[in-house]
């Protein structure tokens, strides 16, 4: 399994990205798909989950309202559009795929499948 995960790069406060991730060797439909990040410094943290067929979608509090996760199973690519970016969503970005199919959670410790990361950097 192949996560690679791109759209990264360096943008002003305010400004929009989308970064996409496309996933090869998994049967893409069957596993929910996650964003996670990791700011310098910093754990990584949770940022956005999708649900196996697109259904449902979870948000970190920090970027509800601003981030959008969405997923085309015909590409086997997930999504994650960031508008209205700040500084404090530096970091860089990685993609992941569940470790169980048709299992839904926002703990990294349920995924197994990592992207390589791309960086997000927002300046003030």
């Known amino acids: 399994v192949q996560l690679q995960a791109s759209g990264g790069g360096l943008v002003q406060a305010g400004d929009s990205l989308r970064l996409s991730c496309a996933a090869t060797g998994l049967t893409f439909g069957r596993y929910s798909m996650a964003w996670f990040r990791q700011a310098p410094g910093k754990a990584r943290e949770f940022v956005a989950v999708i649900h196996w067929n697109g259904g449902t979608v979870n948000y970190a509090d920090s970027v509800k309202g601003r981030f959008t996760i969405s997923r085309d199973n015909a590409k086997n690519t997930v999504y994650l559009q960031m508008n209205s970016l700040k500084p404090e969503d530096t970091a860089v970005y990685y993609c992941?795929?569940?470790?169980?199919?048709?299992?839904?959670?926002?703990?990294?410790?349920?995924?197994?499948?990592w992207g390589q990361g791309t960086l997000v950097t927002v300046l003030q």
């Open positions: 992941a795929s569940a470790r169980l199919s048709f299992r839904y959670s926002s703990g990294s410790s349920d995924y197994n499948y």
